[in-house]
């Protein structure tokens, strides 16, 4: 299965894919295994409406979780790695966040309460561009070098 999703996560402009592991959208708890290749771009986010946290487990390669605060600023970096000394960690609700993907061929294991419900607006940081706008890849790039206590220096307009 990883070779198929890491196969179609390389083709798609994504550059993530997942295969549900859970039924049904509605299920009580969601576990997805998400292939993420370098350059993916997961915009800032966070779970406040019936605040739910996620865990994520990485089975192969490495990636970084970014966690930051209302105005943008980097409050924490965990970094993620199958043969690292961590390999998982939960983000706790309302906590903005993302992931950045080092490695090709990252997978990981998504858990999260459900019914999965679309994110709303209001739960995408207004501080980082969307995802598919031009600056999203330059924001992406720029997370990577990013300090804890500093925001991305970066101005998508």
């Known amino acids: 299965m990883h070779e198929a ?3 179609e996560a390389q083709r798609v402009p994504r550059r993530r894919v997942h295969h549900c592991l859970h039924e049904s ?10 292939d993420m290749e370098p350059g ?25 979780v970014l966690l930051f605060d209302d105005a943008g600023l980097l409050t924490d970096k965990l970094a993620l790695a199958a043969s690292g000394s961590c390999y998982g960690v939960e983000i706790p609700a309302g906590v ?5 993907i080092e490695e090709p061929g ?20 207004p501080w980082a561009p969307a995802e598919g706008e031009a600056a999203a890849a330059g924001f992406e790039a720029a997370l990577h070098g990013l300090s ?9 307009g």
């Open 106 to 125: 990252t997978l990981l294991v998504e858990v999260k309460p459900g019914p999965y419900v679309s994110l709303p607006e209001k739960d995408f940081a």
């Open 5 to 7: 999703l890491r196969a």
């Open 96 to 100: 903005w966040h993302t992931l950045i």
């Open 148 to 156: 804890v206590g500093k925001a991305v220096p970066y101005n998508f």
């Open 40 to 64: 993916t771009y997961i915009r800032p986010h966070r779970h406040a409406q019936s605040p739910k946290w996620e865990l994520f487990f990485c089975l192969a390669g490495s990636a970084v």
């Open 25 to 34: 959208p509605d299920d009580p708890v969601q576990r997805l295994v998400v």
